[in-house]
């Protein structure tokens, strides 16, 4: 019996972190607190809408509260990697194991440190895979 195995790494937002200053007019690394609204607006308007955004940001505060992480940067990461990764990865194998009940399936998520520099700086982001 054949199995399925879907993933990601424990840090996969935090290879994106890096552009959004190029492309957010104002926004500079570390992040400011405001930046948190203005990315998720940024990335999330033109598929659900500004009002939209704007009415579930109190929720997703509460989800990811910023004394939970390091740094503004460290959450917006965390973000990400649930929102293009983390999130996806796990319908995906919902959906295989609901569709093939015979083979076993694993979700799994890489979360390997290593001492070269850009693990220090990144975690191990999606290249690491």
């Not at 690394?29 to 990315?39: R, S």
């Not at 919902?94 to 290593?114: D, E, H, K, M, W």
């Amino acid at each position: 019996m054949q199995s399925t195995a879907v993933g990601s790494t424990a840090n996969e937002g935090s290879l994106f972190i890096p552009m959004f200053p190029s492309i957010i007019e104002g926004l500079h690394l570390p992040m400011k607190e405001d930046d948190f609204d203005t990315i998720l607006h940024y990335i999330l308007d033109p598929i659900v809408g500004h009002d939209v955004v704007t009415s579930e940001l109190p929720e997703l505060h509460a989800l990811y509260p910023l004394e939970n992480y390091k740094s503004v940067d460290d959450q917006m990461a965390k973000v990400l990697r649930d929102y293009m990764f983390l999130c996806p990865s796990r319908r995906a194998a919902r959906a295989v194991a609901s569709a093939v009940t015979a083979a076993p399936v694993y979700l799994c998520q890489f979360g390997y440190i290593n001492n070269w520099v850009d693990f220090k700086v990144g975690g191990d982001y999606h290249t690491h895979i």
